[in-house]
C-alpha cells in the first residue's frame, strides 16, 4: 500500500465538504497485468440528472527542506 502524501487528510476532507463521498483510500486501478494505486476515488450523485460523477485524485507535495 502507498504511503500517504503529507496534504491526503486535507485533500479528502475538502473533498467530501463539497459533497463527494470517497469511495475508495486508496484506488487501485489494474490495466493488463499492471496495478496502479490512486490516491482517492469518489463520487458525486447528481440530484437533477439522476447521474453519478466520478474522480480519481492523486495527491503530490513538493516540500523543500
Known sequence: MPAKDIFHNAVRSALEKDGWT???????????EMEFYVDLGAERILAAE????????EIKSFLIA
Request: proline fraction near 5%; charged fraction near 25%.
Open 22 to 32: 470517497i469511495t475508495h483510500d486508496p484506488l487501485s486501478v489494474k490495466v493488463d
Open 50 to 57: 439522476k447521474a453519478g460523477q466520478k474522480i480519481a485524485v
